[in-house]
């Protein structure tokens, strides 16, 4: 598969965002915090979508709060399929997730690279069992 992260990957649905904080389950890998959503609706082009966020309290300026994105959206589109979508294909489920960033200070790629590989397999172990 390729390593895209197409605008049919994004969470954008005001609904489905707000469904996902309420009936969703949680768990923390720092400096991230993943708030997910089992869904077994297929009406969805993508078997997950994923929506990024970074406090604007901890981070006040937007270029700030945009590089962090970028990061993660980085370190997200090269992980996903070899961790995340081969198991959701398996499970055949629809997956809505939240990663938030709750860290204080601006981190580096490779760190970043190693939590995200971490908070990854620990989603796929959370929607296994």
């Known amino acids: 598969m390729k390593k895209t992260f197409k605008k049919e990957e994004r969470l954008c649905s005001k609904r489905k965002i707000d469904s ?7 768990f923390i890998v720092y400096p991230f915090r993943v708030v ?7 009406e969805a082009l ?6 990024l966020s970074v406090s604007k309290r901890r981070f006040k300026k937007a270029h700030d709060r945009n590089r ?3 990061l993660i959206r980085e370190v997200y589109r090269v992980q996903k399929n070899e961790i995340l979508y ?10 809505d997730i ?9 981190l580096d790629y490779e760190f970043l690279f190693v ?5 990854l397999k620990q989603l796929v172990h959370e929607i296994s069992s």
């Open 46 to 51: 993508t078997p997950v979508e994923v929506i």
């Open 20 to 26: 996902l904080f309420h009936r969703g389950s949680s």
């Open 86 to 95: 081969e198991e959701v294909n398996k499970l055949s489920v629809h997956l």
């Open 36 to 42: 997910y959503l089992i869904a077994s609706e297929s």
């Open 68 to 70: 962090i994105k970028r």
């Open 115 to 119: 939590k995200m590989n971490k908070a």
């Open 98 to 106: 939240a990663i938030q960033y709750v860290g204080k200070e601006e």
